[in-house]
T-cell receptor, first 113, second 113 residues
């Protein structure tokens, strides 16, 4: 997607290990940084988000960190479980002031039991 | 039922035919979006709408037409379907566009033969 780079495109981890996915953006105007999870054959759904006045947010095993100076935000999943296997998307900052929502290219996470 | 629904869920059409994908939301969200999802390309924005009668192009608008005469509906029309338009299409809505959560429909799998 435009305005954001998401890495890696695929990630395999052993069950119980941690996974980190990173998105780098170019437009400093953004103030909302969400992450979506899409299980196979399902619709994308928001799993966690953060606003620019906060550096980190946690929700049980998942967390999002934001570095506005470096213009990147990351998704952290600890103690991974097989049900974490999915494609994860970050949403891109706005371009030119429009409120359209565009996404990173996605990261396919595979948790190996 | 409250939420966002797409119809049909599955569609097979022939090259050159016109086909319309429907999207309906019950939240009165201002913003609505259409994406296509293809392997290796993530979610690509086709068109979006900020309100009734306000629409704009996304990343891949060629070959598609949208309208939004009512806040709750956002149909997507393929004027003359091509095989390259075979894809899974997702509709989404959000209250205020980029800075709020996007809610996705269940998707429409379109095959053009």
């Amino acid at each position: 997607g435009e305005n954001v780079e998401q890495h890696p495109s695929t990630l395999s981890v052993q069950e119980g290990d941690s996974a980190v996915i990173k998105c780098t953006y170019s437009d400093s105007a953004s103030n909302y940084f969400p992450w979506y999870k899409q299980e196979l054959g399902k619709r994308p759904q928001l799993i966690i988000d953060i606003r620019s006045n906060v550096g980190e947010k946690k929700d049980q095993r998942i967390a999002v960190t934001l570095n506005k100076t470096a213009k990147h935000f990351s998704l952290h999943i600890t103690e991974t479980q097989p049900e974490d296997s999915a494609v994860y998307f970050c949403a891109a900052p706005p371009s030119g002031g429009y409120q359209k929502v565009t996404f990173g290219t996605g990261t396919k996470l595979q948790v190996i039991p | 039922d409250a939420g966002i629904t797409q119809s049909p869920r599955y569609k097979i059409t022939e090259t050159g035919r016109q086909v319309t994908l429907m999207c309906h939301q019950t939240w009165s969200h201002s913003y609505m979006f259409w994406y296509r999802q293809d392997l290796g390309h993530g979610l690509r924005l086709i068109y979006y709408s900020a309100a009734a009668d306000i629409t704009d192009k996304g990343e891949v608008p060629d070959g598609y037409v949208v309208s939004r005469s009512k806040t709750e509906n956002f149909p997507l029309t393929l004027e003359s379907a091509t095989r390259s338009q075979t894809s899974v299409y997702f509709c989404a809505s959000s209250e205020w566009g980029r800075d709020t959560e996007a809610f996705f429909g269940q998707g429409t799998r379109l095959t053009v033969v």
